[in-house]
């Protein structure tokens, strides 16, 4: 196997111009779409227009009132009893979030209403309003208890859509920094360390908010465009099959006794090595000019060198069944042209050409079915969660998938009837 | 040694190969000949096991290689036609690659390598690409990686189609050294009816799938018919003489030359002293008298009614 795998390396390595074609397009390719998409985006963020009713239940003033009651009958120092009204009076939810939302930076794209309950949910069913946002009575004091007294969360801010969008998704992204900044101040700020460190904020809506990351359309652009040409790959080994089969060098192969074992493992091992440093490469060069990903954690990398080594395991396997099915067909030109089929419809199920986030639920569960569609699956539930628990079905099934396909190869394999 | 038997090869209706039947013995060197679309390539596709009779058998030493391919394919080297080389790969790369996978010990490849090497004359070539090669050295490293495991049965087809004087040279005296020095059965196919000849102890002709002739060359010359044919050159024409030759018994055909006369005649006839005699009553000179001794083109044109290249 190793003269095989050594031989193919070789040959994939005087190939120069193929070499660096397959290395460097990849590349540049995502450099050129991340320029054009970016531009699109500047623009399309000033054009987001996210129109939102506030309904106000709360009373920040009177809720301000209960809570310095509230200190003023504990047991506690005066001094003590100073710093938590003080504290209360710094991080005041309802004045944090209004300003929050009244950052210079919003109000261009920002429309916001105060509105009645009835008003909001009547304009959102027409389609006027994007969401409204509830912010419930005694939520003040509620975050506060919670936040500097360690009491119960009681009221919850809540957002409310007709469908899920962009607008909505920005709105739950700014919510989000809002509970991120208070839990930041609050858990700074609170010495009492026995009281439960940490505060639980009141959150809440149609779509819970939670601390998962962005999948960015650059992180995108940059697995899909990396995983399909892995694919191409696949392809090219078998078309250098195409040569040997030609050449009649197959047959001098044959007739050495190799086992058509040796012969796959060959091109497997030269597809997994070419594919893995070609993947590896387009992540360092983009990450290291674009800052793709911005974790930039050990425990990050590690888990996204595990899935891209799962990946192009089930790619080398492909290349296997590339090459056997080419070595069996007659028609070479033929041979190109399936397989140049099966990537185009891989790229296209498995959202290599568009984001499939977009279409229909039952696209996306097809995308899942091949594997560049699936890593993408793999790697955004990665980039979100970083749970290792996460990976392991998806990878199974990748691992899965190879072994099929390598096993299929081994027996299609041509013994000497169709070479 | 090795040997067919009643080997047949159908493709769909068309039937390739029909009851061939070839031996070629130890040490032998044997031809096989035959105009394109003879059945060559196939029989030698199956002789060599890449290729699965639709009957018949293959044997080697006795045993069937149909049923056990692994057996010839140790000791079986095979030069086809197309140059079975990784071009991107130096010649030494690519021997050493073919090496590794016949499975020759490190210990010995590297001698085997510069041995083979040395026999086709590319010793001092053999860091540079194939692809840097010309026709005739790329056929002579063909040659050398089908040697590396030592083979015991070598089988050629066409080995020297369109290469120049030189490497042809360098690679007849290769096969010859090959069979005279190390014994090895050699099964040579050609469109050179003289490297057939030069090279082969004994030769077969195929032509539609079957051997038409087979034996070494006097036998295959003694196929062509019973006449002989002979070329005067005369001083003059005369319709006498001409008239007088065509009266001579076992003259069978008299034509007209340029300069002279062709007869055929029947194979030991004696017509000499007649035409001698009559020219000097005619009062013509004989010139020159040429007795014209058949090829083995001859047969073979006789055999299959066309010319090698065709």
């Known amino acids: ?419 | 040694m090795l040997e067919t038997i009643n080997l047949s090869k159908t493709f769909k209706d068309k039937k390739a190969v029909d009851d061939v039947n070839l031996y070629v013995n130890k040490g032998e060197s044997v031809g096989l000949l035959g105009p394109n679309g003879a059945g060559k390539s196939t029989t030698i596709s199956m002789i060599s096991s890449l290729l699965k009779p639709t009957s018949g058998d293959v044997l080697f030493n006795g045993n069937s290689i149909i049923k056990n391919p692994a057996e010839i394919r140790r000791v079986l080297g095979v030069v086809p036609q197309e140059i079975a080389l990784y071009e991107e790969l130096s010649a030494h790369e690519n021997l050493n690659f073919f090496g590794e996978i016949y499975k020759i010990s490190k210990g010995d490849l590297e001698s085997r390598i510069q041995e083979v090497l040395e026999m086709v004359g590319l010793q001092h070539r053999q860091k540079e690409l194939i692809k840097t090669f010309s026709g005739g050295m790329k056929r002579r490293i063909n040659i050398a990686a089908a040697l590396l495991h030592q083979p015991k049965v070598l089988i050629l087809d066409e080995p020297t189609v369109g290469i120049d004087p030189q490497s042809r040279n360098h690679i007849l005296e290769t096969v010859r050294k090959l069979n005279e020095q190390y014994e090895t059965s050699i099964l040579y196919t050609s469109h050179y009816m003289e490297e057939v000849e030069q090279l082969c102890d004994r030769v077969y002709i195929m032509d539609h799938g079957s051997i038409v002739a087979s034996g070494n060359k006097s036998e295959l010359l003694s196929i062509l018919s019973n006449d002989d044919t002979f070329h005067v050159q005369l001083s003059k024409r005369s319709e006498k003489l001409i008239d007088a030759v065509r009266l001579i018994k076992d003259v069978r055909q008299v034509d007209e030359t340029e300069n002279g006369l062709r007869i055929i005649a029947k194979k030991r006839s004696h017509f000499l002293s007649t035409l001698v005699h009559g020219a000097e009553k005619e009062g013509v000179e004989i010139i020159h008298f040429q007795m014209e001794i058949p090829s083995l083109e001859d047969v073979f044109l006789h055999l299959t009614g066309k010319s090698l290249r065709d």
Not at chain 1, 47 to 55: D, F, K
Not at chain 1, 252 to 266: E, H, T
């Open chain 1, 1 to 419: 196997m190793w003269s095989f795998f050594k031989k193919d390396l070789i040959v994939f390595w005087r190939d120069r111009k193929g070499f660096l074609l397959s290395l460097f397009l990849p590349i540049v390719l995502i450099v050129v779409l991340n320029f054009a998409y970016a531009g699109l985006f500047t623009s399309d963020d000033n054009s987001v227009n996210i129109r939102l009713g506030i309904v106000q239940e709360d009373d920040p003033v009177s809720d301000m009132q209960e809570f310095e009651a509230l200190v003023e009958e504990m047991e506690l120092m005066e001094e003590e009893k100073d710093e938590l009204l003080q504290q209360a009076a710094i991080h005041e939810p309802g004045t944090v979030l209004y300003h929050m939302l009244h950052r210079p930076e919003f109000k261009d794209w920002l429309d916001m209403r105060e509105l009645s309950m009835e008003e909001a949910v009547s304009q959102v069913e027409e389609g006027k309003l994007d969401a409204y946002m509830r912010i419930p009575a005694r939520f003040t004091l509620d975050v506060l208890r919670a936040g500097i007294l360690g009491d119960e969360v009681g009221a919850l801010i809540s957002i409310h859509a007709e469908e899920y969008s962009t607008e909505v998704q920005t709105l739950q992204e700014m919510i989000n920094q809002f509970v991120n900044s208070l839990n930041f101040q609050f858990a700074l700020e609170n010495t009492n360390e026995s009281n439960g460190g940490e505060p639980v904020l009141p959150i809440g809506g149609v779509e819970r908010i939670e601390s998962s990351e962005a999948y960015t359309m650059a992180q995108y652009f940059t697995i899909a465009v990396a995983t399909l040409f892995s694919l191409f790959i696949a392809q090219t080994v078998a078309m250098k099959t195409v040569t040997e089969k030609r050449e009649r060098v197959f047959n001098r192969i044959v007739l050495s006794n190799s086992s058509p074992f040796a012969f796959l493992m060959g091109k497997m091992a030269s597809t997994f090595c070419f594919c893995w440093f070609q993947i590896m490469l387009t992540l360092m060069v983009t990450q290291l000019f674009l800052n793709i990903f911005p974790d930039h954690s050990i425990q990050f990398w590690s888990g996204l060198v595990l899935i891209i080594s799962v990946f192009v395991l089930t790619v080398s396997g492909l290349s296997a069944l590339f090459t056997t099915i080419t070595l069996r067909l007659q028609n070479l030109n033929a041979a190109n042209g399936i397989f140049s089929l099966i990537i185009m419809l891989m790229g296209l199920l498995g959202g290599s050409f568009f984001p499939l986030q977009g279409l229909p639920v039952v696209f996306q569960k097809m995308g899942d079915w091949t594997p560049n569609g699936l890593i993408q699956t793999v790697l955004i539930d990665w980039i979100q969660n970083r749970m290792y628990s996460n990976l392991l079905m998806p990878l199974l099934v990748l691992v899965l998938f190879f072994s099929i396909v390598l096993a299929v190869s081994l027996v299609l394999f041509p013994r000497r009837e169709s070479l």
